[in-house]
């Protein structure tokens, strides 16, 4: 039995993976234990709970492997500071002393941290160093269903690389192509997340979320003057107009004269028609970058499959028009698609390219990406108890019943059951549901239990059979990563006078059957619901949908905005109090809000950072 333990951490999103002889047995990331969102600490929760879950002390483990190279990192800090001297100097003298104290000694400092798991591990022949952006590139390809695939990974920058080309085959990969840093789609999609006044690394799917109430009015002007696209998608980005590679901001005033005001102060300023039409325009860009580069790809390759991580991988807006325009036979997008998935990518590509491991079969191996924590009853019932909660104990099948009538009634449910989902998305395990036939819905959710900007929309679960009786499209989309349009039937069509509206008041029309799901340009972030990955949550759509005709759910991550997604059934049960969630289901345990004493409940509003 050969155990391969994967790490990602001292950026963002840093989180631990295990593989036993291949297998992908857990993942999770580190924000999830900590409740701090996007941490980039050394997991060491997310690495305990891996090596519980294989049973297997570190001492036991036989190889450690880090997703990135420091000393790659470290030569494009001082290489960039050269070559933009005497710009950035300052960055350079604060980024310095972390980078000689700990950083570049990285192999030290892990020996260090390893140790506290385990006094007895001594062996840093163990541990291992991948590549930032083969890390993406194996999580992508080797988890995937296909035999052979070309690998688009884009980012905001890894060692020196941006965005790569790889070719996977069998059980090989290898990487044909890259751009380097300073030119990077993931950090000009960033500089424009920071302009409109949204948290960098945090808030560019607001970005994408507020691109369908603009027009792209800027779009030509990106492209005259920020970002040079070439007629195969490759690019270069004019770097007067950012302080990325020099200063300690994303945008300069040169930018901000381009496009005539400054960035948004989120604290005292209102998004404006004007944020959404830049938001439109970017996300328009974005889309162009990406499918110029699909299509370039798939003549230069003739490979009819594609497989997408990376950070700009979420931006499942792109991914849809990728998928739309036909290019590829077939797409797959790793989940956790953002670094916490550069831990599993590390510990693949150790066990194919080094080990030279053979793949033992295609099919989809991230399990649906349930790949975390899970509590028994008795835990469940404890911790209940421990925090005098009231709850029902039912079985399974009056479970279903119970949660489906409370959805069918319009009741804000949250749902926890089995292993947590690895990667930014909710996928039924830690969900919040809804009925998406409520025109009322999506508000409710926003304002009253995700504390979170109206505009946001929300994504549906779909049975995986029915995703072509309501959606233009007609594949497996288990992640939540594919954008298509609703049906045509399901369609209502705006009045004139609802054409005319701008913006924001374009979000209270009724646009679908399904409103509450059907974004401002009749688009939908679909997950399609698999019987073989997640039998309950199949069965609670199905009984739904015997119900009430619609095989459609409102499916929103389990969590108030700026918090990280639940981790255990008395996070679940602290963000019930703190909102204005109706009913909360974990394991076979059913709780009323009407039931629980009122002084549980929880001032939730203000505890997280907003992102």
Same mark, same amino acid.
């Given at each position: 039995?050969?155990?391969?333990?994967?790490?990602?951490?001292?950026?963002?999103?840093?989180?631990?993976?295990?593989?036993?002889?291949?297998?992908?047995?857990?993942?999770?990331?580190?924000?999830?234990?900590?409740?701090?969102?996007?941490?980039?600490?050394?997991?060491?929760?997310?690495?305990?709970?891996?090596?519980?879950?294989?049973?297997?002390?570190?001492?036991?483990?036989?190889?450690?492997?880090?997703?990135?190279?420091?000393?790659?990192?470290?030569?494009?800090?001082?290489?960039?500071?050269?070559?933009?001297?005497?710009?950035?100097?300052?960055?350079?003298?604060?980024?310095?002393?972390?980078?000689?104290?700990?950083?570049?000694?990285?192999?030290?400092?892990?020996?260090?941290?390893?140790?506290?798991?385990?006094?007895?591990?001594?062996?840093?022949?163990?541990?291992?160093?991948?590549?930032?952006?083969?890390?993406?590139?194996?999580?992508?390809?080797?988890?995937?269903?296909?035999?052979?695939?070309?690998?688009?990974?884009?980012?905001?920058?890894?060692?020196?690389?941006?965005?790569?080309?790889?070719?996977?085959?069998?059980?090989?990969?290898?990487?044909?192509?890259?751009?380097?840093?300073?030119?990077?789609?993931?950090?000009?999609?960033?500089?424009?997340?920071?302009?409109?006044?949204?948290?960098?690394?945090?808030?560019?799917?607001?970005?994408?979320?507020?691109?369908?109430?603009?027009?792209?009015?800027?779009?030509?002007?990106?492209?005259?003057?920020?970002?040079?696209?070439?007629?195969?998608?490759?690019?270069?980005?004019?770097?007067?107009?950012?302080?990325?590679?020099?200063?300690?901001?994303?945008?300069?005033?040169?930018?901000?004269?381009?496009?005539?005001?400054?960035?948004?102060?989120?604290?005292?300023?209102?998004?404006?028609?004007?944020?959404?039409?830049?938001?439109?325009?970017?996300?328009?860009?974005?889309?162009?970058?990406?499918?110029?580069?699909?299509?370039?790809?798939?003549?230069?390759?003739?490979?009819?499959?594609?497989?997408?991580?990376?950070?700009?991988?979420?931006?499942?807006?792109?991914?849809?028009?990728?998928?739309?325009?036909?290019?590829?036979?077939?797409?797959?997008?790793?989940?956790?698609?953002?670094?916490?998935?550069?831990?599993?990518?590390?510990?693949?590509?150790?066990?194919? #390219?080094? =080990? %030279?491991? @053979?793949?033992? /079969?295609?099919?989809?191996?991230?399990?649906? +990406?349930? *790949?975390?924590?899970?509590?028994?009853?008795?835990?469940?019932?404890?911790?209940?108890?421990?925090?005098?909660?009231?709850?029902?104990?039912?079985?399974?099948?009056?479970?279903?019943?119970?949660?489906?009538?409370?959805?069918?009634?319009?009741?804000?449910?949250?749902?926890?059951?089995?292993?947590?989902?690895?990667?930014?998305?909710?996928?039924?395990?830690?969900?919040?549901?809804?009925?998406?036939?409520?025109?009322?819905?999506?508000?409710? #959710?926003? =304002? %009253?239990? @995700?504390?979170? /900007?109206?505009?946001?929309?929300?994504?549906? +679960?779909? *049975?995986?059979?029915?995703?072509?009786?309501?959606?233009?499209?007609?594949?497996?989309?288990?992640?939540?990563?594919?954008?298509?349009?609703?049906?045509?039937?399901?369609?209502?069509?705006?009045?004139?006078?609802?054409?005319?509206?701008?913006?924001?008041?374009?979000?209270?029309?009724?646009?679908?059957?399904?409103?509450?799901?059907?974004?401002?340009?009749?688009?939908?972030?679909?997950?399609?619901?698999?019987?073989?990955?997640?039998?309950?949550?199949?069965?609670?759509? @199905?009984?739904?949908?015997?119900?009430?005709?619609?095989?459609?759910?409102?499916?929103?991550?389990?969590?108030?905005?700026?918090?990280?997604?639940?981790?255990?059934?008395?996070?679940?049960?602290?963000?019930?109090?703190?909102?204005?969630?109706?009913?909360?289901?974990?394991?076979?345990?059913?709780?009323?809000?009407?039931?629980?004493?009122?002084?549980?409940?929880?001032?939730?509003?203000?505890?997280?950072?907003?992102?």
């Amino acid at each position: 039995m050969v155990s391969i333990l994967g790490i990602s951490a001292f950026y963002h999103d840093s989180a631990a993976a295990i593989l036993i002889d291949g297998k992908i047995l857990a993942a999770a990331q580190e924000e999830r234990f900590t409740r701090k969102k996007h941490d980039s600490s050394y997991p060491f929760n997310a690495v305990e709970y891996v090596l519980k879950f294989s049973e297997l002390k570190l001492s036991q483990i036989d190889y450690i492997v880090f997703y990135e190279k420091p000393f790659l990192k470290f030569e494009r800090l001082l290489e960039t500071y050269v070559a933009f001297a005497p710009r950035g100097f300052k960055q350079f003298t604060k980024s310095m002393p972390a980078w000689l104290r700990e950083k570049l000694f990285q192999k030290n400092l892990l020996l260090k941290l390893l140790k506290e798991h385990d006094k007895s591990f001594n062996d840093e022949k163990k541990i291992y160093f991948s590549e930032h952006h083969l890390s993406h590139a194996a999580s992508a390809f080797f988890p995937s269903p296909y035999k052979d695939a070309i690998v688009l990974t884009a980012d905001g920058v890894g060692e020196w690389a941006t965005t790569t080309v790889a070719v996977g085959n069998e059980s090989d990969l290898s990487i044909k192509k890259e751009i380097h840093f300073p030119h990077s789609l993931g950090l000009l999609y960033s500089a424009f997340t920071f302009y409109c006044g949204f948290k960098v690394n945090s808030g560019e799917y607001k970005l994408m979320g507020l691109a369908p109430y603009g027009e792209p009015k800027y779009a030509n002007l990106i492209k005259d003057k920020l970002i040079d696209i070439k007629s195969d998608g490759s690019f270069k980005l004019s770097q007067d107009y950012f302080d990325y590679a020099t200063g300690l901001k994303m945008t300069n005033e040169k930018f901000h004269k381009l496009f005539g005001q400054g960035p948004r102060d989120s604290k005292k300023e209102k998004l404006t028609q004007f944020h959404m039409n830049i938001a439109s325009s970017i996300q328009n860009v974005t889309e162009e970058v990406m499918v110029s580069m699909a299509v370039s790809l798939k003549k230069e390759f003739n490979i009819k499959n594609l497989c997408l991580a990376g950070g700009v991988a979420l931006n499942c807006v792109a991914n849809g028009k990728i998928l739309e325009k036909k290019i590829f036979e077939n797409i797959w997008v790793q989940p956790a698609a953002g670094d916490a998935g550069g831990s599993l990518g590390a510990a693949l590509a150790l066990w194919h #390219l080094e =080990l %030279k491991q @053979k793949r033992a /079969e295609y099919k989809d191996d991230m399990q649906g +990406s349930y *790949l975390g924590p899970s509590y028994s009853d008795d835990e469940i019932e404890k911790e209940l108890n421990n925090l005098n909660a009231k709850f029902q104990i039912l079985n399974e099948k009056e479970i279903i019943e119970k949660t489906s009538e409370s959805l069918k009634n319009g009741d804000a449910v949250g749902w926890f059951q089995g292993r947590m989902e690895f990667g930014p998305r909710a996928l039924g395990g830690r969900s919040i549901l809804g009925d998406p036939r409520s025109p009322t819905m999506q508000k409710n #959710l926003n =304002l %009253k239990v @995700k504390f979170r /900007e109206s505009f946001r929309p929300f994504a549906p +679960s779909v *049975l995986r059979e029915d995703v072509d009786k309501w959606f233009n499209m007609n594949v497996d989309s288990p992640y939540m990563l594919l954008v298509a349009e609703i049906l045509k039937d399901k369609k209502i069509t705006m009045s004139e006078e609802e054409k005319k509206l701008f913006g924001i008041e374009k979000l209270n029309i009724k646009r679908s059957d399904i409103p509450a799901v059907t974004h401002v340009d009749y688009s939908a972030r679909i997950q399609t619901v698999h019987k073989d990955t997640n039998p309950k949550y199949y069965s609670l759509i @199905k009984k739904f949908k015997e119900k009430t005709n619609c095989s459609v759910l409102i499916n929103t991550s389990f969590n108030v905005r700026g918090e990280p997604i639940v981790n255990t059934p008395k996070d679940a049960f602290n963000c019930f109090m703190g909102t204005e969630l109706d009913k909360l289901v974990i394991g076979n345990f059913f709780l009323d809000k009407k039931d629980q004493d009122s002084n549980l409940k929880k001032d939730y509003k203000n505890q997280f950072e907003l992102d």
